[in-house]
């Protein structure tokens, strides 16, 4: 009981010792998938924690061209982590990324059966992966600012996605 309140008054303390200044940006862009070949669109959010640090929340959904008369298309969560360091006067800042992904795939698949029949059916799996790649963000008013965020995506469905767009702090 005495160490359930040392940990409690410690944790109490740490709270308000500690400096937080959450500040929220939501929006969204554009991105390019190479692993289905195809554009997409991403929801993203930004919670900086401090000034250099920040979790990044997003979800993307890409189109792909079609294989096997399939339409191929890929939907993707991912949790990032950023560590900002500051280029030109809180301007320009950029970033390592890494974090981890969900990814869910669709895709067609075309086979020989036991039968040595030709068949064609769609394919859907999914895969949790790990992203690793870097970032930057421009800040053109004190609400609105743009990113570009290059990364890999280490998982069953390895791929390079390249997302742009437009962050409004709130």
Do not use: W
């Amino acid at each position: 009981m005495k160490t359930k309140n040392i940990v409690f008054l410690f944790t109490l303390f740490f709270l308000f010792a500690t400096q937080i200044q959450a500040q929220i940006s939501i929006g969204g862009g554009l991105g390019y998938n190479e692993k289905i070949s195809g554009p997409g669109f991403t929801l993203k959010g930004v919670f900086t924690i401090t000034d250099n640090i920040a979790i990044s929340p997003s979800a993307s959904y890409f189109f792909g061209n079609q294989v096997y008369g399939y339409k191929r298309s890929l939907l993707a969560g991912d949790v990032n982590a950023h560590y900002y360091f500051n280029i030109l006067e809180n301007k320009l800042k950029v970033y390592p990324v890494a974090g981890i992904n969900f990814s869910s795939y669709k895709t067609g698949n075309s086979y020989y059966n036991d039968l040595f029949d030709y068949e064609t059916k769609q394919v859907t799996d999914n895969a949790l992966g790990a992203n690793i790649g870097a970032g930057a963000t421009y800040q053109f008013t004190e609400k609105l600012k743009v990113y570009l965020e290059p990364k890999f995506v280490i998982s069953d469905y390895s791929q390079v996605v390249i997302n742009a767009g437009v962050l409004l702090n709130l």
